[in-house]
């Protein structure tokens, strides 16, 4: 097999195929006429602009191709969003794996979108320009009692509508991946699985939205709700945003922060029980505390239609109209990411036998070419959650992906992450109209496989709007294609780290991210005022540094370019991560993870 390629290195990866760097302006860098249009914009709605057809709840990937979908057509739709930019709970924070659809259970809401929402991926690629690795998914089979399961997901998958699927033996598995255990004896392949960056799938998705005329309202929180005969009456909290924007962008995340309070202690010695509990008191006080320095303005908008799509908070949305046929009972998962010189240790989404808590720990590459260890399953209302420490759960991930692939260096770990995925207690995706109001549309409870089931979502949100009375006549200004934003580089030729001109000028060392690349991020319609924003669009900071060189240099672009002070510039707003202590491991901490493995 030849040698694994990396986005934005020598090429781009666009609707599932390698582009190579002489073709992308054929095949990546066209537009099409995708200039934004001045149709709307983003922030607090103007006064007077209180009524619509629809509100959408929630701006995760769900709630983005929702809104996408919807602007297809001649609808007035207004889109809230609680955090201070779209894609801040359970869309950021996942492992990007575009599911074929094998895994679920056949008749399951999750079986009907699953495999129909991965075939929608290559097209919108080519349209949106986020970059999709269409690189498969192999199940491996760690000996003769694990292949029995690798027969039942073949036959599962055959009942969900999934093409392609075989079952490889050892000597053809050994070929796909040179670096697979020896204990490995067979694997179910799946060709259509693919990758994608989370968080740049999503904003892809809802710049277009945007342009195309969709009203999104970020820092903006949902906190009432009055259903009448024939609207919605939307009560919500808008924050300040001239103020530093440490509430919005902590907005349900206190999970994560316990664990970033409780990782404090890796190098030192073992967390206890205790100084987690105090972790996730002190982050729930934190957060109460900058939302109550932010909130500025009450506001009420009425709509004919509400879209449900608010993740983790889903259960609390539905309980404003007397909904409690749901509830949310989140499940965390922690993920170890390493350096870009282990990416190629995997070709393909590694994946274990699936148990009952979920598809298991897996080892994949990622779209820019590191390697991703991930994710635990751990439930937040279960009790031995909380006690479970960062060493404890490091060694967990490590462990169960030695099983997989045992070459990795521990010692090249560069980030980890934790996110919350919103299970619900009736165990299914909640894609319907609600009970209490018909006009009332959930698209909630989507966990895995929610990214890869999505767009495909969207389409049967739309269908149950219309048959709720929602008239759609399509919009023939409706522009599908978003202007690409990540350039291609050959290495470091025509780029230095000091240069006048903006895309020559290198500002994100690790990533070689270009001035001129982040300028454009800034200016775009979704509203970029923090460092975190920049790095989710540019990956400026995403580098095994983890920003040390670069964040103050991008907050300085920011406050030149949105005329913010410096000082109100959002930046990453703690010094560890979910399980590590630092953003920059000392060698005895390296040493530490190493002997972990």
């Known amino acids: 097999m030849s040698e694994p390629q990396y986005h934005?290195?020598?090429?781009?990866?666009?609707?599932?195929?390698?582009?190579?760097?002489?073709?992308?302006?054929?095949?990546?860098?066209?537009?099409?006429?995708?200039?934004?249009?001045?149709?709307?914009?983003?922030?607090?709605?103007?006064?007077?602009?209180?009524?619509?057809?629809?509100?959408?709840?929630?701006?995760?990937?769900?709630?983005?191709?929702?809104?996408?979908?919807?602007?297809?057509?001649?609808?007035?739709?207004?889109?809230?969003?609680?955090?201070?930019?779209?894609?801040?709970?359970?869309?950021?924070?996942?492992?990007?794996?575009?599911?074929?659809?094998?895994?679920?259970?056949?008749?399951?809401?999750?079986?009907?979108?699953?495999?129909?929402?991965?075939?929608?991926?290559?097209?919108?690629?080519?349209?949106?320009?986020?970059?999709?690795?269409?690189?498969?998914?192999l199940v491996v089979a760690r000996g003769p009692g694990d292949e029995p399961m690798l027969q039942e997901l073949l036959e599962r998958?055959?009942?969900?509508?999934?093409?392609?699927?075989?079952?490889?033996?050892?000597?053809?598995?050994?070929?796909?991946?040179?670096?697979?255990?020896?204990?490995?004896?067979?694997?179910?392949?799946?060709?259509?699985?693919?990758?994608?960056?989370?968080?740049?799938?999503?904003?892809?998705?809802?710049?277009?939205?945007?342009?195309?005329?969709?009203?999104?309202?970020?820092?903006t929180e949902v906190v009432g709700i009055d259903a009448g005969d024939d609207s919605f009456a939307v009560h919500t909290v808008e924050a300040n945003r001239k103020q530093p924007q440490l509430a919005a962008r902590l907005a349900g995340s206190s999970v994560v922060l316990a664990a970033a309070f409780c990782a404090a202690n890796f190098g030192a010695g073992v967390p206890t029980a205790a100084a987690a509990a105090f972790g996730a008191f002190a982050a729930a006080g934190a957060l109460l505390a900058a939302t109550q320095l932010l909130s500025s303005k009450k506001r009420t908008y009425r709509s004919r239609y509400v879209v449900n799509a608010a993740g983790l908070f889903s259960d609390k949305v539905a309980n404003m109209i007397g909904d409690t046929s749901f509830k949310i009972k989140p499940r965390l998962g922690e993920y170890l990411l390493f350096h870009k010189d282990q990416?190629?240790?995997?070709?393909?989404?590694?994946?274990?036998?699936?148990?009952?808590?979920?598809?298991?720990?897996?080892?994949?590459?990622?779209?820019?070419?590191?390697?991703?260890?991930?994710?635990?399953?751990?439930?937040?209302?279960?009790?031995?959650?909380?006690?479970?420490?960062?060493?404890?759960?490091?060694?967990?991930?490590?462990?169960?992906?030695?099983?997989?692939?045992?070459?990795?260096?521990?010692?090249?770990?560069?980030?980890?992450?934790?996110?919350?995925?919103?299970?619900?207690?009736?165990?299914?995706?909640?894609?319907?109209?609600?009970?209490?109001?018909?006009?009332?549309?959930?698209?909630?409870?989507?966990?895995?496989?929610?990214l890869a089931g999505s767009p495909a979502i969207a389409v049967e949100v739309v269908k149950l709007l219309a048959a709720a009375g929602l008239e759609l006549k399509d919009d023939a200004s409706f522009n599908p294609v978003r202007r690409p934003l990540v350039v291609a580089k050959n290495g470091w030729k025509g780029l230095t780290l000091k240069h006048k001109d903006p895309a020559k000028h290198v500002v994100c060392k690790c990533e070689k991210v270009t001035e001129a690349e982040i300028v454009d991020a800034i200016h775009r319609r979704l509203p970029v005022d923090s460092t975190q924003a920049v790095r989710k669009r540019t990956r400026a900071g995403m580098g095994h540094c983890q920003g040390e060189y670069c964040e103050s240099r991008v907050a300085k672009i920011i406050a030149r370019e949105t005329k913010l002070a410096e000082k109100n510039v959002g930046r990453r707003p703690w010094p560890a991560s979910s399980l590590l202590p630092q953003r920059w491991l000392t060698d005895a901490q390296k040493s530490k993870l190493q002997h972990l493995a």
């Open 8 to 137: 934005g290195q020598g090429g781009l990866w666009c609707g599932g195929e390698w582009v190579d760097l002489e073709d992308c302006d054929k095949v990546w860098n066209q537009c099409n006429g995708c200039e934004a249009s001045d149709a709307t914009g983003t922030g607090p709605v103007e006064c007077g602009d209180d009524e619509y057809d629809v509100i959408i709840v929630g701006a995760g990937c769900v709630g983005a191709c929702v809104a996408r979908e919807l602007s297809r057509y001649h609808t007035k739709v207004l889109w809230l969003e609680k955090a201070d930019d779209v894609t801040q709970g359970p869309t950021k924070a996942n492992s990007g794996i575009v599911h074929a659809g094998y895994d679920d259970k056949p008749g399951s809401v999750k079986s009907r979108f699953c495999w129909p929402g991965n075939q929608m991926f290559p097209q919108m690629d080519k349209e949106l320009h986020f970059g999709y690795l269409r690189n498969g998914s």
């Open 343 to 450: 990416g190629d240790l995997a070709r393909h989404v590694l994946f274990p036998c699936p148990s009952k808590m979920g598809k298991g720990v897996l080892v994949q590459p990622t779209l820019w070419g590191n390697l991703l260890l991930g994710p635990t399953a751990r439930d937040i209302h279960d009790p031995e959650t909380a006690k479970a420490t960062p060493t404890e759960i490091i060694t967990k991930i490590l462990t169960a992906c030695r099983r997989l692939v045992p070459a990795f260096d521990a010692g090249h770990i560069i980030h980890s992450f934790a996110g919350c995925r919103a299970k619900t207690d009736v165990g299914d995706w909640q894609i319907r109209p609600s009970d209490k109001a018909p006009r009332f549309i959930h698209a909630a409870g989507v966990d895995s496989p929610g």
């Open 157 to 219: 998958g055959h009942q969900n509508g999934v093409k392609r699927l075989r079952i490889i033996g050892k000597e053809e598995l050994r070929k796909m991946e040179p670096h697979i255990s020896d204990d490995a004896t067979a694997a179910l392949y799946s060709p259509d699985a693919g990758t994608v960056t989370p968080y740049e799938f999503t904003i892809a998705v809802a710049e277009n939205a945007v342009d195309n005329g969709v009203k999104l309202s970020i820092n």
